[in-house]
C-alpha cells in the first residue's frame, strides 16, 4: 500500500485490512512535504507488517507479483497516474502482475472529472457511495473511458458504538472537527474559532472541543497557512476553560460527542454513521470551495446562531443511504462486492496491461507535466537521476539525503506559514 499522507495512510490502510482481512500488508509511504509523522500513523490504529519510505521510482521497483498480490493507490489524483504509468513501465509484458486498487478517501466535492480521470486505469476505483459509483461511471462514460473498474463500497474507517445520547455524570460535549485548508482565509478561520467560543461561553455547562488534525510542525495532506493552534491564543479574553484543543483518533473522539460541527469534513459522515447528532456550518456560506454543498439535502445545514439557540439537525435517512453512510446496520456488508472482484482479479494467472485513459496521444499536453513532477518520463521510465537508487548505498549517503530532505520539508513549512503571509501584507501597505 502507498500512501502519500496522513488521512490517505488511514484510508489506504483500512481500506487493504477491508480488501483482504488477515493479509500481509507492506506499508510504503510517498516522500514528500506530506509525509506522516510515526504519531500520525499510530493515530490511525493501524500498523503495517513492513513500513518504509520511497520515492516514485523506488515504488515501482519495489513491488511486482512475486512479493505482491494487491497495491492499494491511497494518493492524491496525480501520483495515482504517475503510479500506473510507472508500474506499467516495470512491469513491462510480465504474464502476471498485482491487482491495482485505488480511491478517494472521502467527500469528492471539487475537481470529479479530474480526479476520476487521474484515476483511470487501475483495475479497482473504489467509491465510497451509491451515489459516487454512479457520478465516476457518468464521468468514464462522458470521456469514452471504460467504467468496469468502478467498485461501490463505503468509507473504510466508519464504525464504532452507536450513540446512545447525551449521558449523566459528564457534560455534553459539542465537537468542531477543524480542516487544514477549508476555509482557507485567516479572517474566516479566525470567525469559527470564536463562535466556537461564544457557543463555550453561553453553555458553561458543556465542553467544546476544537479537534485538530496535526500537531505544530507535523505534516498533513494540505499545508495550514493559518493553524488553529496560533489563532486560539487570538481569541479574544481567550478560549473560555471549558473550550480546548484536542488532538487524537477521531473514532476515540467520537465515544464522548454528543455533537459534531465541521464546515465539510468527512468526520461528518463518521458521526452520522453511529447516530451522532451533526452539523454542517452554513455561517461562511453554502459554497463549492467550501464543500458544504455536498450536504445540501442532508438535513444537517445549520448556523452557529441556531446551534447556540438549542437547535439538533436531524439527518434525511434517504441522503445518509445515497451517501453510504449505512447507519441501517448494513455496513459490514459495504466492502462484499469489492472483496469479490478483487479476489477475482487476483486470482487470475494474468491480467491485461495498465492501460490509463491518458497517455501520449489522448493528453500530450497535460500528461507529461504530471509524470515529470513525480520523476517519470510519458513513457513511465525514471527520468535520470530519478531512479531507484543501489541496495549498496553507504549508511553515510542515505542519512545526508534524509537530513537535506527534512531541512527541505522545513523550509518549505515556514515559508508558507511566515514567509509568505508577512510578503502578503507587506504588498497591502
Not at 483500512?14 to 516522500?31: E, I, K, V, W
Not at 493501524?46 to 515504488?59: G, I, M, N, S
Not at 543501489?390 to 527541505?408: I, P, V, Y
Amino acid at each position: 500500500m502507498l500512501a502519500d499522507s496522513d488521512t490517505r495512510w488511514k484510508w489506504g490502510a483500512l481500506t487493504a485490512h477491508r480488501l483482504a482481512p488477515g493479509g500481509h500488508l507492506d506499508g510504503f509511504l510517498l516522500r514528500g512535504r506530506a509525509t506522516p509523522t510515526v504519531r500520525q500513523l499510530a493515530e490511525v490504529g493501524v500498523r503495517a507488517d513492513a513500513l518504509r519510505e520511497v520515492t516514485p521510482a523506488e515504488f515501482t521497483a519495489a513491488t511486482d507479483r512475486a512479493r505482491h498480490d494487491v497495491i492499494v493507490l491511497a494518493c492524491v489524483g496525480g501520483a495515482v497516474q504517475a503510479m500506473l504509468h510507472g508500474l506499467a513501465h516495470a512491469w513491462g509484458a510480465a504474464p502476471a502482475r498485482p491487482v491495482v486498487v485505488t480511491g478517494y478517501v472521502g467527500v469528492v466535492y471539487e475537481k470529479l472529472a479530474d480526479g476520476l480521470l487521474l484515476r483511470h486505469g487501475a483495475d479497482v476505483v473504489l467509491a465510497n457511495s451509491r451515489h459516487d459509483a454512479e457520478r465516476f461511471r457518468a464521468v468514464y462514460a462522458g470521456a469514452g473511458a471504460p467504467a468496469h473498474s468502478v467498485t461501490p463500497c463505503a468509507l473504510p474507517f466508519l464504525g464504532g458504538a452507536p450513540y446512545p445520547g447525551a449521558r449523566q455524570g459528564r457534560p455534553y460535549t459539542v465537537v468542531f472537527a477543524a480542516q487544514p485548508s477549508v476555509p482557507e482565509g485567516r479572517a474566516d478561520r479566525a470567525y469559527l474559532l470564536e463562535r466556537a467560543a461564544r457557543h463555550a461561553r453561553l453553555h458553561p455547562g458543556r465542553e467544546v472541543l476544537i479537534k485538530l488534525r496535526s500537531k505544530p510542525g507535523e505534516h498533513t495532506t494540505h499545508l495550514e497557512e493559518h493553524p488553529y493552534q496560533k489563532l486560539a491564543a487570538r481569541v479574544p479574553g481567550g478560549l473560555p476553560a471549558n473550550c480546548r484543543l484536542a488532538y487524537g483518533h477521531m473514532g476515540d473522539v467520537l465515544d464522548r460527542t454528543d455533537l459534531l460541527v465541521t464546515v465539510s469534513s468527512t468526520a461528518a459522515l463518521e458521526a452520522l454513521h453511529r447516530g451522532v447528532p451533526t452539523a454542517v456550518l452554513t455561517d461562511l456560506g453554502i459554497r463549492e470551495p467550501l464543500g458544504n454543498h455536498h450536504f445540501l439535502g442532508s438535513g444537517c445545514l445549520a448556523s452557529w446562531d441556531e446551534l447556540d439557540a438549542g437547535h439538533l439537525p436531524e439527518p434525511d435517512p434517504h441522503w445518509t443511504d445515497r451517501q453510504g453512510v449505512a447507519a441501517d446496520g448494513t455496513y459490514d456488508s459495504a466492502f462484499d462486492a469489492a472483496r469479490e472482484r478483487v479476489a477475482d482479479l487476483a486470482a487470475r494467472p494474468a491480467l491485461p496491461p495498465l492501460a490509463p485513459y491518458y497517455t501520449a496521444r489522448t493528453a500530450p499536453g497535460y500528461l507529461p507535466a504530471v509524470l515529470a513532477r513525480y520523476g517519470f518520463d510519458p513513457r513511465g521510465r525514471p527520468l535520470p537521476g530519478r531512479a531507484a537508487p543501489e541496495r549498496t548505498e553507504s549508511a553515510l549517503r542515505r542519512a545526508t539525503r534524509e537530513a537535506l530532505r527534512n531541512a527541505a520539508r522545513g523550509a518549505y513549512r515556514h515559508g508558507v506559514q511566515r514567509v509568505a503571509p508577512a510578503i502578503r501584507r507587506m504588498g497591502e501597505l
